[in-house]
Structures are given as C-alpha cells and as structure tokens.
C-alpha cells in the first residue's frame, strides 16, 4: 500500500519551513493522520488530515465525511506543524487552525483553535496515530501515462483508496504527492478531478475522464491553466502487487 506514506513529525526537530527545507521534510511528514478529538459543542470527531508535496511547498486536506477540503495554509514552524482552514460547512464563517507536534512513535498531539467572525474564540485538545492501513482499506492502483501540451511525459501513480465509502485517489509523480479533489466511478467510467501548481505557480485543474476496460484505462484529461483551456489523451494500467 505504498500510498500511504510515513507522517512522522518527530522528525521534523526545529526546522522551519523554507523552500530548502521543504525538499528535506517531505518524505517524513507526507501522508496520512488520524486525529481523535471533541470539539468545544460536544461533537466527537475522528478525521484524517492528509498531508502532500507540489514542488517545494506542503499542502494538506481535511477528510471527514464529505469530499476532501484542502488547507489554506501549512507550515512548519519550530517543532511543530500548523494547518489552516475554513470549513466549508460553516459558511466561511469560522476560521481553524491545528498546531500538532510529535508525541511519541508514530504519535502526535496538539491544540485545536477557532476563530468565528464575530470575535469569539475557543480551543480543545486533540491526540493524533498514524493511521493504520487496514483502517482505511487500499482498493486499487494504477499507473497513467499521458503527454502533456507541452511535450512533457507523464507518468503518475494513482492510489485508491476508501473511507465511510466514499473513493478517494492519492496522486504521485515526479514533483508531486497529492490528493485529488475528487474521485468518482460509476459503472466502467471514472472521473478523477486534480489541481496542481505547476513549476512556475499556475494552479492547473485537470479532470479525467476514462473508460475502464478489465485492467485498462483510456480517456482525455480537460485542463485548466490560468484560463488557459484544453484536452489531452492519455491512458492506464492497474498495477498488481
């Protein structure tokens, strides 16, 4: 199940969070965590926060019971990572932050706070493990290839996996770790819905649209670069462990 990745901060020390360090950090903090907490309603929660890499930045997303929400801010700073976010369903109205350190192996703890429009703030504790792959079952992976536009060959490794039976893809290339917006599949048709910086900071939104046929995938990808739009063919196969 290699889509899932060690998230370690134990390993982070008091490195901050420049371009350079980004690079060296990755491949301990890329990956997925299970928080436990109850937030100051009275509401027991037990999210997965997944962390990935694009270039030289980390991003992250809150996994809950609907489609992934990405943070709007990750940072490491001292010992410790800090997440930002501003949960779509409270209508832009309050904004999150998570601050976790380490807490023994494969272990993290830390300090949820809220900040609601109006002024009024408030916090609650929350324990965090590395989640345990049979918690979060592997359905499938498929290695793609494409072409991009720009001459580029592509070839990315998508991990599917499941949780409250919703589908969800880990996407993994040459300068990139992430989760994609969305992953539906109906039938023998799939769509997998990506966004992406590219190397000089444009985000790019690509769907892909294929056709499943037993062990293989073809389709077009839809792009969109700064409004710059169009499609390009590409295709898949499963990969057997």
């Known amino acids: 199940m290699r889509w899932f990745l ?3 901060l134990m390993l982070l020390g008091n490195l901050t969070a420049s371009a350079a360090d ?3 950090i990755a491949p301990e903090v890329v990956g997925a965590w299970r928080l436990t907490f109850t937030t100051p309603d009275g509401t027991e929660r037990t999210p997965i926060v997944v962390v990935g890499r694009q270039h030289d930045e980390l991003v992250a997303w809150y996994l809950d019971k609907e489609e992934p929400q990405a943070f709007k801010n990750v ?3 001292d010992d410790a990572l800090e997440l ?5 369903q409270k209508d832009g109205k309050i904004t999150v932050k998570l601050v976790a350190k380490a807490d023994g192996d494969n272990r993290c703890s830390g300090k949820g706070e809220f900040c609601i429009a109006g002024g009024e703030t408030g916090s609650w504790d929350f324990r965090g493990e590395r989640v345990d792959p049979a918690n979060l079952p592997h359905v499938a992976e498929w290695k793609l290839n494409f072409t991009t536009p720009e001459g580029e060959k592509q070839e990315p490794t998508i991990h ?3 949780k409250d039976d919703t589908l969800y893809g880990w996407c993994v290339g040459d300068d990139y770790e992430l989760l994609a917006k969305s992953l ?3 039938g023998n048709k799939a769509t997998l819905s990506v966004a992406a910086k590219t190397s000089e900071g444009a985000v790019a939104n690509v769907i892909f649209h294929g056709t499943i046929d037993g062990s293989s995938v073809s389709g077009d990808a839809d792009y ?3 409004g710059d739009r169009g499609s390009f063919p590409f295709s898949g196969k499963q ?3």
Do not use: H, Q
């Open 22 to 24: 980004i690079k060296a």
């Open 75 to 77: 940072t490491v700073k």
């Open 6 to 8: 060690v998230f370690s």
């Open 84 to 88: 930002t976010i501003v949960p779509r």
């Open 224 to 226: 969109d670069v700064a």
């Open 239 to 241: 990969v057997v462990n």
């Open 184 to 186: 539906k599949v109906e």
């Open 160 to 162: 599917v996996f499941e």
